[in-house]
């Protein structure tokens, strides 16, 4: 079995998501499985070329290959998270590289569709930049550029606000996280001279039971209570994270967003 990144850090340095992974959560991404598979049904994927910016552990590897793709690719800048995931992908025909999602070295225009999660939050706005113009020069001519990541609601939200929960957020799962409104969203895309034609969101409820339960089912449900019982380092760590997401709970959303390059 492949080693998960991060695997030998304290839980009180470790990057909350991979320490979650850690524990045995599957679906790490701030809208849920339902907005996830939601994206990927609006795409269409049987039978294109589609390239995973940072696909993490894998799990929407998967669903992507259940759509039967013509091919796959995989892109993670950490090497273990890469292996990980090509022992996923391998069987079906697919392959990651360990490459920065900012600069892939895979050929202009060689993707139907080019899908990343949970990863554009964690970048400034200048690596959010390059991340979303290297994802425009993989597209075809029409092709989709698809996102699912956290977002700050209402697009009015008062900006000293939207940077307290920031920095709270930083604090907490130990990554510069910098989640941005939709309207901020949408903006970044287009600047990259791509066209926005869907947009969905669901609530940011990564550590709420009922949707743990409704993204990993009651059996891991038990294995992740059991690690959390036997760990109390990352037992307090976690309860820490949740504590911050149900305070923002108003002003935190997942958002995943299509976005087509012109023809």
Request: charged share 25%.
């Amino acid at each position: 079995m492949q080693t998960l990144p991060q695997q030998n850090r304290r839980p009180e340095d470790a990057q909350g998501h991979w320490l979650l992974a850690r524990l045995g959560k599957r679906v790490l991404r701030p809208g849920g499985l339902e907005l996830t598979t939601g994206l990927l049904d609006r795409l269409g994927l049987t039978g294109t070329d589609v390239v995973e910016l940072a696909p993490g552990i894998g799990k929407t590897a998967e669903l992507i290959l259940r759509s039967r793709p013509a091919s796959y690719v995989g892109v993670d800048a950490d090497p273990s998270a890469a292996a990980l995931v090509a022992d996923i992908v391998g069987p079906s025909g697919g392959r990651t590289i360990t490459a920065d999602a900012a600069d892939t070295g895979l050929p202009a225009a060689s993707a139907h569709v080019v899908i990343g999660e949970a990863m554009l939050t964690m970048q400034t706005e200048r690596g959010k930049q390059a991340i979303i113009a290297e994802a425009a020069r993989l597209l075809r001519p029409g092709g989709c550029y698809a996102i699912h990541e956290l977002g700050l609601q209402p697009d009015d939200l008062d900006p000293s606000v939207g940077e307290e929960i920031r920095k709270e957020l930083a604090r907490t799962i130990k990554v510069n996280a910098r989640p941005l409104t939709a309207s901020e969203w949408r903006r970044l895309l287009t600047d990259a001279g791509l066209v926005v034609e869907w947009t969905g969101t669901a609530p940011m409820a990564l550590l709420n039971l009922r949707r743990n339960l409704a993204d990993e089912g009651l059996g891991r449900v038990l294995r992740i209570a059991w690690n959390l019982l036997r760990n109390p380092g990352a037992r307090r760590r976690v309860l820490t994270m949740r504590r911050t997401f149900v305070k923002h709970a108003d002003h935190l959303t997942g958002i995943a967003l299509i976005a087509r390059k012109p023809v």
